[in-house]
């Protein structure tokens, strides 16, 4: 029997999981949770661009737990835990593209209980996946280590290039280029450990290579000269790259990192190692690897496109989530995730 899936708000990420769940051949849209009044009883078809579909969308949870629902796609800007754990306690799985639930030790303890609780209650299961944290902090390393006996570092680098992305406030208000680096707070590029870290950490437990702590930092590189983007104009001096980083330490040595480079050119100050979109894997140990993984898709359809790197594994976890055992259930707890194509 198809699952029954419920689409938990419509963003960017919310409206390409809809999509795939429309023309998954098997999963069935039962419902959709919208936050704007705007959107409040209009057809899920309508929201995403595609055809009616019957299902209408809805601002009350007690409508979605009356659906019975197998399985809700969580993808709200921020996590509220009672909603979760109300899901969770109504015998719906959760499937989420927020990352709270990577990792149950890295919860807070009372947290954690509220929703273990909720999953005993309602015989159901919660995992946190996406691209990034996810699929690329987690299902790739483990499918590369699992060629290696020794490991001495494994180092993920992901590359954004902004340069075509016409969104001002975005790149400039936002994010800060186009800033004298002294106004940029890069204090605020180490969120990652929070962001980063759970993941982190599951991929060190599971190679029985637990760390001893993570640390975050960030750094920013300036433009050499003045240069025009899609977004506006960057002047020589200015913030035109930023990077994060992230380290799982053990016996005082990183030995998992992740580091984010956003750019919007390549020609800095001080001169980084800049590649095209997408992902670089290292692997040092006996049996090294030097992997790229690149979207190949043109700059100006990388808006359009790149939800779907979050959303389709998410969308694809469904029935392995759905069959879970009731809990916290992490990349490690459920089998490989495979897409059903046909």
């Given at each position: 029997m198809s699952?029954?899936?419920?689409?938990w708000?419509?963003g960017?990420i919310g409206?390409?999981a809809m999509?795939?769940?429309?023309e998954h051949?098997?999963?069935?849209?039962?419902?959709?949770?919208v936050h704007?009044p705007?959107?409040a009883?209009k057809?899920?078809g309508e929201?995403?661009g595609?055809a009616r579909t019957?299902?209408?969308?809805?601002?009350n949870?007690d409508?979605?737990?009356?659906?019975?629902?197998?399985?809700?796609l969580y993808?709200?800007?921020?996590?509220?835990?009672?909603e979760?754990?109300?899901?969770?306690e109504?015998?719906?799985n959760v499937v989420t593209t927020?990352?709270?639930?990577?990792?149950?030790?890295?919860?807070d303890?009372?947290?954690?209980?509220?929703?273990?609780?909720?999953?005993?209650r309602g015989g159901?299961?919660?995992?946190?996946t996406g691209?990034s944290?996810?699929?690329?902090?987690?299902?790739?390393?483990?499918v590369?280590?699992s060629?290696q006996?020794?490991?001495?570092?494994?180092?993920i680098?992901e590359?954004?290039?902004?340069?075509?992305?016409d969104?001002p406030?975005?790149l400039?208000?936002i994010m800060?280029?186009?800033?004298?680096?002294a106004?940029?707070d890069?204090r605020?590029?180490?969120?990652?450990?929070?962001s980063?870290?759970p993941?982190?950490r599951l991929?060190?437990d599971?190679l029985?290579m637990?760390?001893?702590?993570v640390?975050?930092?960030g750094?920013?590189?300036?433009a050499?000269?003045?240069?025009?983007?899609?977004?506006?104009?960057l002047?020589?001096?200015?913030?035109a790259?930023q990077r994060?980083t992230?380290?799982?330490?053990r016996?005082?040595?990183?030995?998992?990192?992740?580091?984010?480079?956003?750019?919007?050119?390549t020609?800095?100050?001080p001169?980084?190692?800049?590649?095209d979109?997408?992902?670089?894997i290292?692997?040092?140990g006996d049996a090294?690897l030097d992997?790229?993984?690149r979207?190949?898709?043109?700059?100006?359809?990388?808006g359009a496109?790149?939800?779907?790197?979050t959303a389709?594994r998410a969308?694809?976890?469904v029935p392995?989530?759905?069959?879970?055992?009731?809990g916290i259930?992490?990349?490690?707890?459920l089998?490989?995730?495979?897409?059903?194509l046909g």
């Amino acid at each position: 029997m198809s699952p029954r899936v419920v689409q938990w708000a419509t963003g960017n990420i919310g409206t390409r999981a809809m999509r795939a769940v429309i023309e998954h051949p098997n999963l069935t849209l039962a419902g959709v949770y919208v936050h704007s009044p705007d959107k409040a009883g209009k057809d899920a078809g309508e929201l995403c661009g595609y055809a009616r579909t019957g299902v209408v969308a809805t601002r009350n949870i007690d409508e979605i737990l009356a659906l019975g629902a197998d399985c809700v796609l969580y993808m709200p800007a921020a996590c509220d835990f009672d909603e979760v754990c109300r899901l969770l306690e109504s015998g719906a799985n959760v499937v989420t593209t927020r990352g709270e639930f990577h990792r149950p030790d890295s919860m807070d303890p009372e947290i954690r209980k509220r929703v273990e609780a909720a999953c005993e209650r309602g015989g159901t299961s919660v995992h946190s996946t996406g691209s990034s944290p996810g699929f690329i902090t987690e299902a790739v390393p483990l499918v590369l280590t699992s060629i290696q006996r020794r490991l001495d570092r494994l180092t993920i680098s992901e590359f954004a290039d902004l340069s075509r992305r016409d969104s001002p406030g975005l790149l400039f208000d936002i994010m800060g280029f186009g800033k004298p680096p002294a106004e940029l707070d890069e204090r605020r590029l180490a969120h990652g450990r929070i962001s980063f870290g759970p993941s982190l950490r599951l991929l060190a437990d599971a190679l029985s290579m637990p760390l001893d702590a993570v640390e975050a930092s960030g750094e920013v590189a300036t433009a050499r000269e003045t240069t025009r983007i899609a977004a506006g104009t960057l002047e020589a001096g200015t913030v035109a790259a930023q990077r994060m980083t992230v380290s799982g330490l053990r016996n005082g040595r990183a030995v998992l990192r992740f580091r984010a480079l956003w750019y919007c050119i390549t020609d800095l100050e001080p001169a980084w190692d800049v590649r095209d979109t997408g992902w670089h894997i290292a692997v040092e140990g006996d049996a090294p690897l030097d992997v790229d993984l690149r979207f190949a898709v043109p700059l100006e359809r990388m808006g359009a496109t790149s939800p779907g790197y979050t959303a389709h594994r998410a969308v694809n976890a469904v029935p392995y989530v759905c069959a879970a055992a009731p809990g916290i259930r992490t990349s490690v707890d459920l089998p490989q995730i495979v897409a059903m194509l046909g």
